[in-house]
C-alpha cells in the first residue's frame, strides 16, 4: 500500500479516486505489469515515469477498463473497471498515445459525436464544443477535415475531445510525444489549467521534464515494477546529490577515466558518451577534476533531474 | 489564448454529472443512437458513387439477364406453378443479392477500415460506450443502406411491370431481413481479418454463392447432394423467400426461411459483440 501524501493527509482520510493494488498484468508468460500498488487522491497530478516498455500504457489500459487485468484489485470511483467498463470510463478523459480522432468529420463534429457516445444532449454539446475549440486554441478549425491538422493541432483536439464529458480524471498517455517544443508548451500549459481546475491527471511519460513540470506525485516504473515513488523533488532529493557533473573525454577515454576520477562526488557514473559525477557542488568537483590535471572535452555542472533517478534505480538512462 | 469560460473541471453541468451516473453493464450503454448518428454524419462526407454502384449492379443484372436472356428463355414456372417472365422470376433473387451486396459492403469493408486503419472502434470504447452498442449501430447502419437498396430495387421492378401482388411489397422488409443476417455476420468474421487479401476471401465466397443459389435457374438442376449444399446457404433461403413473397404464395417453407435468418442474427450478433470486446477489451 503507498502512503496518502502529506497535503492528502493534512485534510484528513484522502479521498482516492484510483487505488491499485498488487496490479498485474501477464501475456503468455512476459508480465507487463507486476504487481504494482498506488493510490491517486482526487485533483492530484500523478506520473507514471519509465521508459518504453516499462508497463504505463498497460497499467493506463487497465484503469480504463479496455485491458483486463490478470489480478489483484483496481477500483476507479469505487469502481472495478473490468466489471462496469462503460460506467467507470464516463469519469475518464482518456488521451491515446496515438490519436484516434475520427478522420470521416470535421473538427467540430469529432467533438460532438464523441459527447454523444457518453450520452451527451446537443444543447450541451454544442455550446460545449465551442468552448473546447476555444481552449484548445482551433477555433478557425472548425469546420476543416482532420487530417489538414498538423500533429500539434491534433493533439490538442485530442485533448480537447477528452474533455466533453468533463471528467473528473483525465489519463494522458504519452501526451507531448513526437511534439516539437512549442507545440509541447501550449499543450502544458493547457494542462496546467485543467489541474487548477481540479482535474485529477494520469500521466505517462519518459520526458523527465515534463514529469517535473506537470506532476505532484510520481512512480518510477521499469519492467512492470514500481522502483520508485514520491513528488519529483523528493525523488531528486533521496535518490541523486543536488548537482552533477557532466564530463566528455572522447568516447575511448570515458570508459577508463573511473579510476582517475575516483573520489570526486559522492558518486560516479559511466556512460557510453560521458561521465557524470554526483556532487553537492558541482563547480567544485570541477576544480578538483583540474586539480588532477584531467583534461575533459567539454564540461558541464547541472541540477540533478529525474533522469539522474532513474540511472540511479535502473542503471539506464530513460531515453536510448 | 483564453481561459475555459466555465471550466471543463468536475462537475460543472447537472448533464455531465447525470451521465456519469447513469448504470449499465460492461458491454451495452443503451446508447446505439450515438453510433449511429456518427455514421449518418460521416456518410455525408463519404464518397457516394461506391453507393449508387452497390445499387446499379443488380439493375443492370436484371436488364441484361432479365431483359436480355429473358427474350430468349420466354417463360417460366414460378412458386406455386403459375407461369412468370424469366425477369419476373429472377428479379427477387437480385433484389436479396442486393440486400446482401450492401449489407455485406458496409459490414465487412467499411468495418475493416474502421477497425484496422481509423482506430474508429478504439475511440468509442474509450468512451461509456460498450461493444454491444457498437455492433448495434453498425449493423444498423449496414441494415440501413439494406433498406434503402431494396426499396429502389422494388421500385425498378415496379417500373418494368414485374410487380404483380401487392404482397410484392412485403420483399422490402424481408429483403432488410435478409441485410441484418449478412451484416451481423460479416462484422463478426471482419474481425478475424487482418490484411487485404483476407478480406479478399470475402468475395471468393460471395461471388459463387452469388451465381449458384438458384438466382437464375431453379434449384432442381443440380444433382441431390449439391442441392443439400446450396440450401444450407444463406443467399438461397433469401432468394427463395423473396421469391415466394413476389408472386404472393406461401408454404412452410416461409417459415423456415425466416427462421433461418433469425437464428443466422442471434448468433451473428453474438459473434460480434464477442470478438470486439475480445478485440478492444483485453
Redesign the interface.
Known amino acids: 500500500m503507498s502512503t496518502p501524501n502529506s497535503s492528502a493527509a493534512a485534510t484528513g482520510a484522502p479521498q482516492y479516486v484510483i487505488t491499485a493494488e498488487n496490479l498485474t498484468k501477464r501475456y503468455g508468460d512476459v508480465a507487463a505489469v507486476d504487481g504494482i500498488s498506488f493510490s491517486v487522491p482526487a485533483g492530484e497530478a500523478f506520473g507514471l515515469l519509465g521508459p518504453n516498455g516499462a508497463g504505463k500504457s498497460t497499467t493506463m489500459k487497465m484503469i480504463g477498463g479496455v485491458s483486463q487485468r490478470t489480478s489483484g484489485t483496481l477500483r476507479i470511483m469505487g469502481l472495478d473497471p473490468d466489471q462496469n467498463g462503460p460506467e467507470v470510463r464516463a469519469h475518464l478523459g482518456v488521451v491515446p498515445q496515438q490519436d484516434n480522432l475520427d478522420e470521416e468529420l470535421k473538427v467540430r463534429d469529432n467533438l460532438l459525436v464523441y459527447g454523444r457516445y457518453f450520452g451527451l444532449p446537443m444543447s450541451y454539446l454544442k455550446p460545449k464544443a465551442d468552448e473546447l475549440l476555444e481552449f484548445a486554441q482551433l477555433t478557425d478549425k472548425a469546420k476543416s477535415k482532420v487530417d489538414a491538422l498538423s500533429g500539434g493541432m491534433k493533439r490538442r483536439l485530442t485533448i480537447a475531445r477528452s474533455l466533453i464529458n468533463e471528467p473528473r480524471i483525465l489519463l494522458l498517455d504519452e501526451p507531448t510525444t513526437g511534439l516539437d517544443p512549442q507545440a509541447r508548451h501550449i499543450l502544458w500549459d493547457r494542462l496546467f489549467r485543467l489541474k487548477e481546475q481540479g482535474v485529477t491527471l494520469i500521466l505517462t511519460t519518459h520526458y523527465m521534464d515534463e514529469a517535473e513540470q506537470l506532476c505532484d506525485r510520481l512512480i518510477v516504473v521499469d519492467k512492470g515494477k514500481i522502483m520508485a515513488e514520491g513528488s519529483p523533488a523528493s525523488l531528486i532529493r533521496e535518490y541523486s546529490t543536488r548537482e552533477v557533473l557532466e564530463l566528455r573525454f572522447g568516447s575511448e577515454r570515458n570508459a577508463t577515466i573511473g579510476a582517475e576520477l575516483e573520489g570526486i562526488g559522492e558518486r560516479l557514473e559511466t556512460l557510453p558518451d560521458r561521465v557524470l559525477i554526483y556532487a553537492h557542488d558541482g563547480e567544485a568537483a570541477l576544480e578538483e577534476v583540474s586539480a588532477r590535471g584531467l583534461r575533459p572535452v567539454t564540461s558541464l555542472v547541472r541540477r540533478s533531474s529525474l533522469e539522474d533517478v532513474f540511472l540511479r534505480l535502473t542503471g539506464r538512462s530513460l531515453v536510448d | 489564448?483564453?481561459?475555459?469560460?466555465?471550466?471543463?473541471?468536475?462537475?460543472?453541468?447537472s448533464?455531465?454529472e447525470a451521465?456519469?451516473n447513469?448504470?449499465?453493464?460492461?458491454l451495452?450503454?443503451r446508447?446505439v443512437?450515438?453510433?449511429i448518428?456518427?455514421g449518418l454524419?460521416?456518410t455525408k462526407?463519404?464518397n457516394w458513387m461506391v453507393m449508387l454502384s452497390g445499387f446499379f449492379e443488380p439493375v443492370l443484372y436484371l436488364i441484361s439477364m432479365g431483359v436480355g436472356l429473358g427474350a430468349i428463355v420466354g417463360s417460366v414456372q414460378g412458386p406455386g406453378g403459375g407461369e412468370i417472365s424469366y425477369a419476373a422470376y429472377i428479379a427477387p433473387a437480385l433484389l436479396a443479392v442486393s440486400a446482401m451486396n450492401g449489407a455485406v459492403y458496409d459490414s465487412t469493408w467499411n468495418v475493416f477500415f474502421k477497425m484496422n486503419f481509423?482506430?474508429?472502434y478504439?475511440?468509442?470504447?474509450?468512451?461509456?460506450?460498450?461493444p454491444l452498442d457498437v455492433a448495434m449501430g453498425e449493423i444498423f447502419l449496414a441494415l440501413l443502406r439494406g433498406l434503402m437498396y431494396a426499396t429502389g430495387f422494388t421500385a425498378v421492378m415496379g417500373l418494368m411491370g414485374l410487380i404483380t401482388t401487392p404482397w410484392a411489397i412485403l420483399m422490402i422488409p424481408a429483403a432488410v431481413l435478409i441485410a441484418f443476417g449478412f451484416a451481423s455476420f460479416g462484422m463478426g468474421i471482419t474481425s478475424y481479418m487482418k490484411t487485404f487479401q483476407q478480406m479478399d476471401w470475402i468475395n471468393f465466397v460471395m461471388l459463387p454463392m452469388f451465381l449458384f443459389s438458384a438466382t437464375f435457374y431453379p434449384l432442381s438442376v443440380y444433382p441431390q447432394p449439391i442441392q443439400w449444399f446450396i440450401q444450407a446457404m444463406p443467399l438461397w433461403h433469401g432468394v427463395e423467400l423473396l421469391r415466394q413473397i413476389s408472386v404472393g404464395v406461401f408454404t412452410p417453407a416461409t417459415a423456415v426461411h425466416i427462421g433461418y435468418y433469425l437464428v443466422m442474427i442471434v448468433l451473428g450478433v453474438l459473434l460480434t459483440t464477442g470478438r470486439l470486446r475480445k478485440l478492444?477489451?483485453?
Do not use: C, D, E, I
Not at chain 2, 1 to 13: K, L, R
Open positions: 489564448m483564453s481561459a475555459v469560460t466555465t471550466g471543463p473541471g468536475p462537475a460543472s453541468h448533464v455531465t451521465a456519469r447513469r448504470h449499465f453493464g460492461p451495452y450503454s446508447n443512437r450515438a453510433v448518428a456518427r454524419m460521416a462526407s463519404s481509423a482506430k474508429l478504439q475511440g468509442m470504447l474509450y468512451t461509456s460506450l460498450g478492444f477489451l483485453k
